[in-house]
T-cell receptor, first 112, second 112 residues
């Protein structure tokens, strides 16, 4: 069974631009969560989607948004990029709530 | 809001030494607990999990963890580490949905 895949793996953007990251969960998994990983703040929860509905949201500004499609694939969008948005963005999927999550390799975003 | 503390940020051990990594969380209700590992250049992988039942849980690669509810702790142990255990280890708590709260991580280096 294929694991969680994320595209692209690397991105370089400039301040003010926007970016869209994509995540394909493990087949059959309906929950997709997003996390930001930085050296200073560690791993922080962004949001979780289940059956196309945002179920939980972390403490991030409204510039961070996401969505989930009917096939459970998910995208997250960051608008008006700031230097501090440079991070590894991780996607994780699971069957349902309160279950173990399987992580993808991440998208490394660099904002210049 | 819940929080997770990992007391050891960096640990250096020689092969065959025993390992114990501390993890404490702050939340008074029911929690699911996890240890994830991130090997150099690889994505986060689940080592073990605790949902309920026997507080001593065994995971992959000879790791185990003990949930002590009265101490709000979920320490990770391995009797004899190998060079291949060099990695970063993350403790995480799940209170609702699939919203993981992670500790700051512990970097383990095992000297051959």
């Amino acid at each position: 069974k294929a694991g969680v895949t994320q595209t692209p793996r690397y991105l370089i953007k400039t301040r003010g631009q926007q970016v869209t990251l994509s995540c394909s969960p493990i087949s059959g998994h309906r929950s997709v969560s997003w996390y930001q990983q930085t050296p200073g703040q560690g791993l922080q929860f962004l949001f979780e989607y289940f059956s196309e509905t945002q179920r939980n949201k972390g403490n991030f500004p409204g510039r961070f948004s996401g969505r989930q499609f009917s096939n459970s694939r998910s995208e997250m969008n960051v608008s008006t990029l700031e230097l501090g948005d440079s991070a590894l963005y991780l996607c994780a999927s699971s069957w349902t709530a309160n279950n173990e999550q399987f992580f993808g390799p991440g998208t490394r975003l660099t904002v210049l | 809001a819940q929080s997770v503390s990992q007391h050891n940020h960096h640990v250096i051990l020689s092969e065959a030494a025993s390992l114990e990594l501390g993890c404490n969380y702050s939340y008074g209700g029911t929690v699911n607990l996890f240890w994830y590992v991130q090997y150099p250049g690889q994505h986060l992988q689940l080592l073990l999990k605790y949902f309920s039942g026997d507080p001593l849980v065994k995971g992959i690669k000879g790791f185990e963890a003990e949930f002590i509810k009265s101490k709000f702790s979920f320490n990770l142990r391995k009797p004899s580490v190998q060079w291949s255990d060099t990695a970063e280890y993350f403790c995480a708590v799940n209170v609702q949905g699939n919203m993981l709260t992670f500790g700051g991580g512990t970097r383990l280096m095992v000297k051959p």
